[in-house]
Structures are given as C-alpha cells and as structure tokens.
C-alpha cells in the first residue's frame, strides 16, 4: 500500500494533497507543526528546525512517497538557504533508518526562473515561456539549496525524485505565507463594506502582460502523477493550470464576483501593503457583523507576497510542454479556480 507523508500538511498545497491521496485510498501521514485533525490523516506534529526532534517525530515512520510542500520565511536569502535546506536535511536523515521511501517530491516554484525575493525579476534572466531546461540563476536561492538537499539524499538512500515548479498557487489556508486568492478576498470584501475603490495594486506589464497561475488542485494531481509515473522519475517540472490570462481582464472577472467595480487602471502601482495597513480594525468589525471565523486579518492576508507578484516588471508564462508529453493533460481555467477559492472561504465563514 502506498503510505504519503505529506511535509507542510495544513498549507494550501499540503492541504489540498492530503484530500486528493486520502480519496485515492492512500495512507497519508500529515507532518506539519500543527498538523490539526482530519478523517483518515495520521498527524505528526514535528518542527523540522530542529534535528532530534524531527527524529524523533519520524520514529517508526514508514513512507514509500515523501511530498515536501512547506517552507519557513527569514529576514534574508542566505537565511533562507541555511534553514530550509536544514529542514529538508532533517526530514530525509530522519526518514533514512526505516529504509521505506521510494520517491520525494519537492514542491518549489517559478523563483527557479525568477530569482528570490530579494532580487526577484532583476537582472539577466531567462525568456519566456519558462522551460526546466533552463538553468539556475547565478544568485543565492533557498529554492536550489532544497533541491540539492533531495539530490544528494536521493544518491545516498536510492529514492527517485521529482521537484515541480508552481506559479502563484491558488487555494485556501489559514495562516499561509504566500496565498494571493485569501489577500485577494478580503481585500474586496473590504472594498465592498467600505466603498474604497478595488484597486490593481501592481505594475503595468503585469496588467498588460500575458501571465498564468497555479490551482493548488491541479499541483496535487501533478504531484500524484509524477510520483507514481516510471517516466517521470528524476525529473524537474513546471506546473500551471493551462491556460493564460491578462489581469486587465481578471481583476473585473474578480470584482464581479464580489459584487464591486473595478476601479481603472492608471499604471500607478499602489501596493496592497500600503492600501491595507490600516485594515485590520475595519476587517474586525466586518468579522462581528456577519459573523465571521477570522478576526486577525493578519491570518488570513499575505499582502507582501500578492505585491512581489503584481508588481513584477516583466511577463511570467510557463511552458508544460515536459509534462504533457509524459501524459499529464489535466486542464484548470484560472478565473474558476478564484471562484472556487472564494466559494470555500465563503462557505467556511472567512469571508462575508
């Protein structure tokens, strides 16, 4: 039997892999710091920062497929480096007694391409689309430490391997470092109960420009495809929905779910930071009128990740050529995956 262990269980990825393996007949073990609780998910709470106790954690833990979708944010990119792949070392040297894993996937993104925040779309990068042929950037990055990590645990222990490349991925957590469709969200909600304008906070060429992204549902069939696929063993993949899009045109798509106007574009870019700064009394009162789940907008909002995506001074498209000739096909239009998104946080009492 197949047996998950699913790194970063209670994010948007994790979350929406554990549901996608548990209604695949997969044993799944859900490792985060707070795992919670959920119908036919064994919980391991461990903090992968920490060696023994990731040890100790894995203790009689016994995965055939490792999915690795978590990562820990700090102050600078060399910080990043030496956490993360710290955290991925811990998890694969904890694993390494019981011998059980066949495959490691390691969830990490278009930064491949783009380079890290801190010189994110600067300098000499590759042309779009993005390919995986296309080598590392010569710049620090946290996504290439991880990698390395898997790659040399993978030569020691004889597990395959597979690393996916999402653009900005869109599904529903609480407490998530980078989820742009909840930012999005109470943003509007926000405009709605207050009349502001639903301003485009980011930069002309993402306006203008041609752009793609990635449901969380489509990267947990990617993830189950590649690790369960002999072709697909050993490789590095992109990951997006499929289709392509221009925010000229989905941001009024968003705003006419919400109910709202979206306010011209001028070209300015007016960063959701600024724009919401104030915001978290005005969310607590929006919360007790309709009595809502969250009343810590801070919980539910990543506005300096949606910014560092919007404000990008350069077209981002993705190819998923690699994929779709080893037989992944599967097809996600964008706009319903905000739809389907802002349904749930509705239907979960996040939003009004």
Known sequence: ????????????????????????????????????AR????????????????????????????FIATWARQANELENIRVNSAMVRHLLDGLRPAGSVKHVALVT?????????????????????????QGRLDVDNF?????????????????????HRPHTVIGVAVGNAMNMATTLAVYASICKATGRPFRFPGSAAQWRSLTDMTDARQLARHLLWASTTPAAA??????????????????????????????????????????????????????????????????LVSAWHSDADLGRPIEVVTDMSKSRRMGFLDYQPTDDAF??????????RFIP
């Open 109 to 133: 993104g278009l930064k491949h391409y783009l380079g890290p925040f801190e010189a994110y779309g600067k300098g000499v990068l590759p042309e779009t689309p993005f390919r995986e042929e």
């Open 1 to 36: 039997m197949n047996h998950a262990l699913v790194v970063g269980a209670s994010g948007i990825i994790g979350s929406a892999l554990t549901e996608l393996l548990v209604a695949n007949g997969w044993k799944v073990s859900a490792l985060a710091r707070r795992p919670g």
């Open 143 to 163: 996504y290439y430490a991880q990698e390395d990590e898997v790659f040399t645990a993978a030569k020691r222990d004889g597990f395959h391997w597979s690393v």
């Open 234 to 299: 050993d490789e590095a993949f992109n990951v997006v929905n499929g289709d392509v899009f221009r925010w000229s045109w989905m941001w009024s798509r968003i705003a006419a779910w919400f109910g709202i106007e979206a306010a011209p574009f001028d070209g300015t870019v007016v960063p959701l930071e600024r724009q919401m700064e104030a915001d978290a009394p005005v969310w607590e009162r929006i919360v007790a009128e309709h009595g809502l789940a969250e009343p810590d907008m801070h919980r």
């Open 339 to 348: 739809f389907d998104a802002f349904a749930r946080l509705r239907a979960e």
């Open 39 to 66: 119908d036919g998910v064994t919980p391991i709470a461990a903090d992968l920062t920490d060696a023994d106790a990731t040890r100790a954690a894995l203790e009689g833990v016994t995965p055939t497929h490792v």
